[in-house]
């Protein structure tokens, strides 16, 4: 197991046409980020607990949104150490029904705000000493698709398929997969 992500959604406005809310939400790290003590790359997880803010407007099916994700610091990856700069992320997608199922295709633009930082391993310093992956601040465009298949009022299994459109030429958290895909359990109360 990788990551959970935890949120939570309140409406800050809605009339017959639109809507906006405000999301908070937290990442957490639930897996082991040293597992067979291979690289960060070939991790299931990036090994933090992140906080994660967004804001969304809906008019009709349309949705265009801003997040940004605070990374919760170094990671325990014995190779890296790792720690992310936070991320920006804008997001526009529309949303539709086939019989239970909702479909919501969507871009998403994520832009790391700083370099990330890993470990000197070559250093004879007496203490840890890191150092700033240069490049690893560029931005990403993903095509994103959530399909939800509603189980009952209250519950629903939800399915993500993503691609890049623009990928980030260097990637120390390991996230250059061609595509990515994650299921889980969405649970709502009305």
Known sequence: IGDMILSWTQKLFRNENSSFDASLGVKLATGDDNKNNLPQVY???LGTNDLLVAVNYTYNRISIGAGYQLAGGRNNNRFTKLKRGDDLLLRA??????????????LLFIKRLSESSVVNLLSQAPVETYFDIEKSDQSQLNFLTMVQYSMTENYSLFADFAVPFIKRE???DGLTRVFSASIGVKFSIN
Not at 93 to 106: L, N, W
């Open 170 to 172: 260097v990637n120390v």
């Open 93 to 106: 997608s529309y949303d539709f029904a086939i019989g239970q199922f909702r479909v919501v295709p969507q």
């Open 43 to 45: 991790q299931s997880g």
